[in-house]
T-cell receptor
Framework: AQSVAQPEDQVNVAEGNPLTVKCTYS??????LFWYVQYPNRGLQFLLK??????LVKGSYGFEAEFNKSQTSFHLKKPSALVSDSALYFC???????????FGTGTSLTVIP | NAGVTQTPKFRVLKTGQSMTLLCAQD?????MYWYRQDPGMGLRLIHY???????AKGEVPDGYNVSRLKKQNFLLGLESAAPSQTSVYFC?????????????FGPGTRLTVT
């Protein structure tokens, strides 16, 4: 069965410090992995994806993510956090048929000024 | 481009009432999806469509029906609303064959069933 786990409900980080939001996955076949961000009372916005190629993928707003096949992880990172990065972050994986996507439960990121 | 729009933004229903949520996209996407978002549970797929005239069940389809009569529209129906259907509903759309796969989401519909 396909699934995504985000082990941390809440992550707090000081402004200017690096941030990491964790994601592990379980999927049959090659993983197609995604990160989305949700600001209050808004829909989800796409940040970045891993389909194939380099294990480090870069996305919007200075975010990047590292794909690690041996650890089945796809952690979201940013070298220097901004207060405006405070939001809810979701990791997702595409199912093997390509028709469905499975989302994690979300991680609330708070960047403290 | 308006992207993905959802109507209505808010709705309060009494148990047993029915309603239809409308999703429209202007990006000529083949795939469309309906999700519900509940605290602590992330997003769960209700139904999806891979093209005009097609629909399929997702993870939590019970109590919902959908239709995709036009490529740009995807309707979600609740025939007899229950309090367990209180949730925020999101529609999304995506391409299927361009190596992209990322989904574009609407702003959501907040539904309360009393």
């Amino acid at each position: 069965a396909q699934s995504v786990a985000q082990p941390e409900d809440q992550v707090n980080v000081a402004e200017g410090n690096p941030l990491t939001v964790k994601c592990t996955y379980s999927v049959s076949g090659n993983p197609y992995l995604f990160w989305y961000v949700q600001y209050p009372n808004r829909g989800l916005q796409f940040l970045l994806k891993y389909i194939t190629g380099d294990n480090l993928v870069k996305g919007s707003y200075g975010f990047e993510a590292e794909f690690n096949k041996s650890q089945t992880s796809f952690h979201l990172k940013k070298p220097s956090a901004l207060v405006s990065d405070s939001a809810l972050y979701f990791c997702a994986v595409r199912g093997p048929t390509g028709n469905q996507f499975y989302f994690g439960t979300g991680t609330s990121l708070t960047v403290i000024p | 481009n308006a992207g993905v729009t959802q109507t209505p933004k808010f709705r309060v229903l009494k148990t047993g009432q029915s309603m239809t949520l409308l999703c429209a996209q202007d990006m000529n996407h083949e795939y469309m999806y309906w999700y519900r978002q509940d605290p602590g549970m992330g997003l769960r797929l209700i139904h999806y469509s891979v093209g005009e005239g097609t629909t399929a069940k997702g993870e939590v389809p019970d109590g919902y029906n959908v239709s995709r009569l036009k490529k740009q529209n995807f309707l979600l129906g609740l025939e007899s609303a229950a309090p367990s259907q209180t949730s925020v509903y999101f529609c999304a759309s995506s391409y299927w064959d361009r190596g992209s796969y990322e989904q574009y989401f609407g702003p959501g519909t907040r539904l309360t069933v009393t």
